[in-house]
């Protein structure tokens, strides 16, 4: 039997939520486990992500293959890079101390890193927040003249004294002499010198 270490899909529809485990390799992948490692939360920046960092140790000491994405959930939580400092002990390179004093400082660095985004993800979410609330004041506010403007209008067409209107006079248009009628003007004229 061929162990892996993947993911268990659970949460609604465009809503995942993840289980880390152990699992056969020939199993489906929402079905029976031997081990439930962690969990992961993509939805949240950065993606939250909770491991047991020695059971998850011991099954990758013992043949278990993680896949792509447990590889790189695992290396964010730094259990690869611990089995690396423990495979570095084994082979006399250094002291377990050092080992354990490497990994905090490890450790250390990657949460300031995590809070360093959170906080990035945290100000962007409150600036675009800022953003639209000041768009949507300025128009309000926008609205809001456009109808007081309505409303001055419509009181001066009220207060304003009825102005009486022109009869209108249909004006007739003047025809045009056409060519023919000058010709027969033009030889009566003729025909009496």
């Not at 000491?61 to 959930?73: F, I, K, S, W």
């Not at 906080?119 to 600036?127: F, G, I, P």
């Not at 207060?159 to 023919?180: C, L, R, Y």
């Amino acid at each position: 039997m061929s162990v892996k270490i993947r993911l268990q899909r659970h949460g609604s529809k465009k809503r995942p939520f993840y289980f880390i485990v152990a699992a056969n390799s020939v199993a489906p992948r929402d079905g029976k486990f031997i081990e439930k490692l962690g969990t992961y939360n993509p939805l949240t920046v950065p993606a939250t992500v909770f491991l047991d960092r020695e059971r998850s140790l011991y099954w990758l000491d013992n043949g278990a293959q993680p896949t792509n994405t447990c590889r790189n959930l695992l290396s964010y939580k730094g259990v690869l890079y611990l089995r690396h400092l423990k495979r570095g002990a084994a082979m006399g390179l250094f002291d377990e101390s050092a080992v354990q004093e490497k990994f905090e400082k490890w450790i250390a660095e990657h949460e300031a890193v995590v809070a360093k985004r959170q906080e990035a993800h945290l100000k962007h979410k409150a600036d675009k927040r800022h953003a639209i609330s000041s768009e949507s004041v300025r128009m309000v506010e926008e609205k809001n003249a456009a109808k007081v403007a309505a409303a001055v209008v419509e009181e001066a067409v009220e207060e304003a004294p009825a102005v009486e209107e022109a009869p209108v006079v249909e004006e007739t248009p003047a025809v045009e002499a056409t060519p023919a009628a000058e010709e027969t003007t033009s030889t009566d004229e003729a025909a009496e010198a």
